[in-house]
């Protein structure tokens, strides 16, 4: 099987025929993916049953790692073959993603459903040329690849307002490591990454602070057991990514920890599993032995979304050359915070201009709000053509 050529789909079917009932616990999946590293974002290996004819990459072991999850997510949960497994994950992504898929119109190009779900699988690891991959960065949006198999896991039992869901998980699983990077003795580059996700959240929910207590009440209502454990494996890995714990973190851990139920041994071994999964990888894994991670990640974010912004810099003149009120925010945002009404306008009109750019729809996917500010600053510096008439304004308005 190999996942960088097309047709790895019916090739996936004819593997994991002889496995179809590995798994009678969700569980018991969850651990094994979590060994794998697809839960942390880091994935090291797949599971032991998947062959491929060559070394795989990091970006292809997420990508079976994350269609081998969802199938057997549907395992568990319907009875049904291959083949409607493949139209209803089809119609789950249609439904998560946005009502009217314009942005994904040429990515979704294909006669078969699963020759389009290649494609879709392979936009939501890759980002053109690998430019998201082999450093922390991957963390980060890889280990949000796993709110699909939650959010798949609870579309198969409920479909209504699936979006909603979906926002409000991502919006936990940010909160969560934002707060668990604010638990830390910080050094200088783990408050450059408190503050983007700080900044993160108060874009994508512009009516709450984004230093209040309310999360913790999310934390407490609703949850499955399941995003329970994945949302206490974020804060575990965000502690541990330099490496130490020490107590005013274990504090924050246990508290977390015991406010999504787990008990006090249930949270030593989610502890000990994120020891040993560095312990085990740090050796193949050469970031992982890097005590700067914060700042790799938080730098090669910074290079992707300028990248980004150059590429598609025609598009983007366009776009907001059309929308002089976005011009004017971004121009703003320069020199002085936005107001929550004023973040709430920026975020809304730059959804719709990422939606019309499919290359960027990186910024509408889980874990594409923590990139938002890092654009925000960027795009002013990247388009000067576009910002030049309002910086006169800014002029005027400090005289």
Request: contains cysteine; neutral net charge; hydrophobic residues 40%.
């Amino acid at each position: 099987m190999n996942p960088s050529s097309s047709g790895w789909i019916p090739k996936f079917e004819s593997v994991v025929k002889k496995h179809q009932d590995r798994y009678t616990e969700f569980s018991v999946l969850y651990a094994d993916l979590k060994g794998t590293g697809f839960v942390y974002g880091i994935n090291t290996e797949v599971l032991e049953f998947i062959v491929s004819e060559h070394s795989l990459s990091e970006d292809e072991k997420a990508k079976l790692n994350l269609f081998t999850a969802l199938y057997y997510t549907y395992r568990l949960e319907r009875t049904s073959n291959f083949q409607n497994f493949l139209e209803d994950l089809f119609t789950f992504y249609g439904k998560l993603r946005v009502s009217h898929l314009s942005f994904l119109g040429k990515l979704l190009s294909g006669k078969t459903t699963s020759s389009k779900l290649e494609k879709l699988i392979d936009s939501r690891v890759y980002l053109e040329d690998n430019v998201i991959s082999k450093t922390f960065n991957s963390i980060i949006t890889n280990s949000l690849l796993f709110i699909d198999v939650l959010l798949f896991k609870r579309y198969l039992n409920d479909s209504i307002a699936i979006k909603v869901y979906a926002y409000n998980l991502e919006y936990l699983a940010i909160h969560v490591t934002y707060h668990a990077l604010s638990s830390k003795e910080r050094n200088k580059n783990d408050e450059r990454l408190a503050e983007l996700f700080g900044a993160s959240l108060s874009f994508i929910d512009p009516d709450k602070q984004a230093y209040d207590g309310s999360y913790r009440e999310m934390l407490m209502n609703e949850r499955k057991p399941c995003e329970n454990a994945y949302l206490l494996d974020m804060a575990c890995l965000t502690v541990w990514e330099d490496h130490s714990l020490d107590y005013k973190e274990s504090a924050f851990i246990f508290g977390i920890g015991k406010d999504v139920g787990f008990s006090e041994a249930g949270i030593t071994r989610c502890l000990e599993d994120v020891t040993d999964f560095f312990a085990k990888n740090s050796k193949i894994v050469p970031f992982l032995k890097d005590n700067n991670l914060a700042v790799q990640f938080y730098d090669s974010m910074s290079k992707v979304v300028n990248k980004l912004i150059l590429r598609n810099s025609k598009r983007l003149q366009k776009e907001l050359s059309e929308s002089a009120e976005l011009v004017s925010l971004l121009t703003k945002s320069t020199f002085r915070d936005l107001s929550r009404e004023e973040k709430k306008k920026v975020q809304n009109q730059l959804m719709n201009i990422f939606k019309s750019i499919p290359s960027l729809a990186i910024f509408i996917l889980p874990g594409g709000a923590v990139l938002l500010p890092i654009f925000i600053k960027l795009v002013p510096k990247l388009l000067p053509s576009s910002f030049d008439e309002n910086r006169v304004e800014k002029t005027d308005e400090n005289t």
